[in-house]
């Protein structure tokens, strides 16, 4: 039998997102304001964020009505398809069910549109003209450069500079949708000019690029700033991918043991496995859900839950997540998306709450089980993906040497059609593996701010 | 009202191919052999293809069953969705009806995988254990790498030089797939060798890469040769393009005045107008089909109709067709997929019988036709693709002008992930435009064989 695909027709595609906020036995911890410890109000946020996200950080409703025109515009390609990988499970020889949830099929190849359309859409509702944003690997910010050009809005887009440099063609995607894009540390910002006086040949960060995209937006009226992961608002727009996989294992008449998603920000994790957790947290089935982080930012697996600043000059609130500190700079590995030095506070007090198991993954093995994946399902996934993938294949084979059927299924957050260069690199045997000694995620934690 | 997506359901995939040679009222010429001149039969294909494949090729049966195993596989994206464009209407403000079959959902990100599933399932079952064929892009190339890890067979891929190296990433997409790589001219064989010797700077061609894959099938015994477009059954396979175009316009309540497809060798030109033409031949209402060719390969306008070699070094048999002459060697433009001296004899031959209206554009008006549509749409088209895009708009206008409202459906053959090189050159202002003069092409013309 051949590798299948369980369709959900338009009308079975979701109408609301799913708030995790609301199933959860102890609230998320409050954003609090770095001058007084204290919890920041929706004003402190007014100037980076147009209220109805505000609105949606802090909701406690179960769900949230998905707006007619977004929802019109996720019709283009949602529901997206869920697999059955059979040829995958053939070519492991394992007993284990290998689902996974396809969010390639989207114009930007990724499951980033899924919130930079509502952001764009709550922006352009009230009179925003221009967003800025950061972006790492450029998969976010091609995805809001789109969404710019269906709303109308300037976008400007702060790219970590290794990302520039390795990935010019993610540049030029952007640039196609009408988008502006700087190489962060730039001279535009102040958080830009400082880092550069201190360090000239910086590399940036996503932590770095935050800033300046920060900066931008709250020096100019007209201007807010968007992100791509991290915030509540973000993981809520991305639950369409579970609520869709939820319907779709019911077509396949079967249900997930274990849920698998790659982190960096943690979005595309919490798009699959928050509705998951939700139907467990209300006397659904238990189920083993595994955050896959890349060993060269083990943000999870390394770093602390604490009160840490979101960007790098300390402009943004303190959010409670796993850090390893906000001065951190990862190696310059292929999956740029996953160069974040927290976590999304939501994805981290949940996973505090007993409901995640991390894991880190170093990026060989990560390729290698990418190419495994590619010759048997025919899809090349993207390098951030590639570490979902991983862990996929060892869960599979632990099946094997178990002799039990499971049932896996991991988030497929994007098409590596733009990163093509990695595996150029991985082929070619120019890529290495790098894991941070527990010294070196000392010394990087030594930035973290006293506080709460 | 925004961009409307039509899906089919999997059980109204197409289940046979549809061969347009059964309504044809005049037989499409014969493939003659280049030394007796006299027809050939299938004992002369035998060493380049399976016997399955040849008598496709020669057909005239109207429709050909698709085996389960291709079904199969055919499903993990297709039936494909086809769009109206609301937001490109709305951006040029046109009273048209635009609608675009989009094949760039495939895990190939093109159309090409149709043929290279069908392709690799047949030569699996006759036994064959190595397939050589050509690229020029890598679309094709690619495509069948993917379905030869599939089916567990050897690719050996001849790319054409200057896409081997302005293309790395299609390469690294190959070879991820486990496919061999040769640039060509190569000096794997003598038909690479001859043409270095009197050009060893030559940046080669589609004409070029396939002597050196014909050749390196025919002196194998367990090696076949691959073809990703131009003859009969590759626009067979592609048939289900059209077929499932046909039912979706009936789920729009509409049907095309106009039908548009880009055209290099034919197929997905073909595959998506061959079913309107057949339905029209056979009483079904009239429509218009538009060739779009990329001005600096100018086959259909400015080439001749008469029996040519279909590669440069004259391996293969003669085919009646559209040529510019079997040495000649395009511009290296960003369409690589279009660089062909010939086209497809079917297309050719339908042409003939006043069925469609060729014209060629030139890439600067191209690109910019794709940033309209990737501002309005969201995709980014390849830029094969970008000369459909181009005659869709220019027809959307006259529509306006005219102020009539006509329906305009193009193939959108593949996406441009692969290619933001050329959107790169393109927005930097690097990208000239080449038109061919007709002494240029008598010239070209002069290689014709004295045939038929």
Chains 1, 2 share one sequence.
């Not at 084979?397 to 059609?417: P, Q, T, W, Y």
């Not at 690199?425 to 701010?449: C, F, I, Q, T």
Request: net charge negative.
């Amino acid at each position: 039998m051949d590798t299948v695909k369980y369709v959900l027709t338009e009308d079975r595609m979701p109408t609301s997102w799913y708030n995790i906020q609301a199933d959860l036995p102890v609230p998320v911890p409050p954003v609090l304001h770095p001058g007084t410890g204290q919890p920041i109000g929706p004003a402190d946020l007014a100037p980076l964020f147009p209220m109805a996200l505000i609105a949606q950080e802090v909701s406690q409703e179960p769900t949230i009505d998905i707006p007619e025109e977004v929802q019109a515009i996720y019709r283009q390609w949602r529901p997206s398809p869920l697999f059955r990988a059979r040829r995958l499970e053939k070519a492991l020889d394992t007993p284990a069910r290998i689902y996974y949830k396809y969010e390639g099929i989207s114009p930007g190849g990724s499951h980033k549109p899924n919130t930079a359309v509502a952001q764009a859409y709550y922006n352009k509702q009230e009179g925003v003209k221009r967003l800025t944003t950061e972006t790492g690997a450029g998969q976010w910010g091609s995805s809001l450069a789109m969404a710019g050009a269906m709303f109308d809005l300037d976008v400007v887009v702060y790219m970590v500079k290794v990302s520039y440099n390795q990935k010019p063609y993610r540049r030029a995607l952007m640039e196609t949708y009408g988008a502006r894009v700087v190489a962060s540390p730039s001279t535009e910002t102040n958080a830009g000019r400082q880092i550069l006086a201190e360090h000239p040949d910086s590399t940036g960060s996503l932590g770095i690029a935050i800033s300046e995209a920060v900066e931008a937006a709250a020096m100019s009226d007209d201007t807010k700033y968007s992100l791509g992961s991290v915030l509540n608002h973000v993981m809520l727009h991305q639950t369409v991918i579970g609520q869709e996989a939820i319907e779709q294992m019911t077509l396949a008449d079967d249900y997930p043991d274990v849920v698998i998603g790659c982190t960096g920000g943690g979005s595309n994790f919490a798009g699959l496995v928050f509705p998951f957790i939700g139907a467990k947290l209300r006397g659904g089935r238990n189920i083993r859900v595994v955050a896959v982080e890349p060993a060269s930012c083990p943000t999870l697996t390394k770093g602390v839950y604490t009160y840490d600043f979101g960007d790098t000059t300390h402009l943004t609130p303190l959010v409670k997540m796993h850090t390893l500190g906000n001065t951190f700079v990862p190696e310059g590995i292929h999956a740029g998306g996953l160069r974040y030095h927290g976590m999304s506070p939501l994805v981290s007090h949940v996973m505090e709450l007993g409901h995640i198991e991390p894991c880190a993954e170093t990026q060989l093995g990560c390729f290698a089980a990418a190419v495994t994946f590619a010759r048997a399902e025919g899809i090349i996934v993207a390098p951030e993906t590639s570490h979902a993938v991983k862990a996929t294949i060892d869960e599979a084979l632990r099946c094997k040497e178990e002799g039990v059927s499971r049932a896996i299924l991991f988030n497929l957050s994007g098409h590596g059609h733009f990163d093509m260069q990695a595996y150029t690199d991985y082929l070619a045997g120019k890529l290495e593996d790098h894991e941070y000694s527990r010294a070196e995620v000392e010394a990087a934690l030594s930035s973290l701010p006293q506080v709460g």
